[in-house]
């Protein structure tokens, strides 16, 4: 079992920045994969991003490419999300995952059904 704790959401204009953390605990951090999700409201939840467990794999959706960048600090058991050139429609709540069973040689997954553990949220709101 894993705890993940996001933080780091809030209000700011369109243009600017905001960086998201996820803290886990409670399993070995560097054995298995991380994503970020994030769900508007009226909205199903959509993939944003992710990385291997070894930070060597990345993938993003094209909606944040160029503008949104994953990375993972191992030896802080956190994985972050660098958001740039934010736009109102970036508006969502913003979930970070857990992929226990990552496949052996592959991408990390874009599927939120993959994904074991979820954290609680933190809302972004970008305003025009």
């Known amino acids: 079992q894993v705890q993940l704790v996001e933080s780091g959401g809030g209000l700011v204009q369109a243009g600017g920045s905001l960086r998201l953390a996820c803290a886990a605990s409670g399993r070995i951090f560097n054995t298995y994969d991380m994503g970020w999700f994030r769900q508007a409201p009226g909205k199903e939840r959509e993939f944003v991003a992710a990385v291997r467990w070894s930070g060597m794999y990345i993938v993003s959706a094209d909606s944040v490419k160029g503008r949104f960048t994953i990375s993972r600090d191992n030896a802080k058991n956190t994985v972050y999300l660098q958001m740039n050139s934010l736009k109102p429609e970036d508006t969502a709540v913003y979930y970070c995952?857990?992929?226990?069973?990552?496949?052996?040689?592959?991408?990390?997954?874009?599927?939120?059904?993959?994904?074991?553990?979820w954290g609680q949220g933190t809302q972004v709101t970008v305003d025009s």
């Open positions: 995952a857990a992929d226990f069973n990552p496949p052996p040689v592959a991408p990390p997954s874009t599927d939120a059904k993959r994904y074991d553990y």
